[in-house]
């Protein structure tokens, strides 16, 4: 085999500083590996067929990519890219960016706490709503509500559930004046 130098050479963010003496447990090195210096200052190692085959960056062009801002691992991403995901499958439309997300401190319609990280399908736990649920997940009719109030608030139409406020108003207002 054919030993090449690769020193001072640059692939995409990468510039070759010297080759490497790493030792990978296990395996004969058939490749050596080099010490590369990347445009963002980080310092990196790579074999040969890595640089030769697309290896552009020590991993901060990947980074750059995600347009996650660093909250990939956060409550509001897994929202994002679980309701992404469901309205590709569903066909629905769908133009929310991340910061479309934001799970607030309360339940607007019930007024409890919301609480992150008690587990999926909790009742304080997050749930995000569509007002028009026939023109999709598009910016301005979503909101971040309750599990509650969303398993409420889907479980019948708009008339039922006028119907059932309405007859609870009023049964409650029968109850009262009967009490006193």
Known sequence: MRKVDLVNKR????????QDE???????????????????GKITSVASPGLKNGTRSCGC????????HGKSRTL???IWNSTKSRAKKEGIPFNLSLEDIIIPE????????????TGY????????????????????????ISNKANTIKNASSFEEFEK????????IDKRNTSCR
Do not use: A, H, Q
């Open 61 to 68: 062009l990947n980074k750059g990519r995600m347009s996650t």
């Open 106 to 117: 309360k339940c607007p319609i019930l007024g409890i706490p919301i609480k992150v990280g």
């Open 11 to 18: 692939f995409g963010k990468l510039v070759v500083i010297k």
């Open 121 to 144: 399908g909790r009742s304080n736990s997050p749930s995000l709503d569509r007002f028009y649920p026939n023109i999709g997940y598009v910016k301005g009719n979503i909101s971040i």
């Open 76 to 78: 509001e991403y897994r």
């Open 164 to 171: 059932v406020y309405f007859w609870y108003k009023s049964e």
């Open 22 to 40: 790493k030792i990978v447990p296990g395996r004969v090195n058939k490749n050596p590996y080099w010490l590369c210096k990347c445009d963002c």
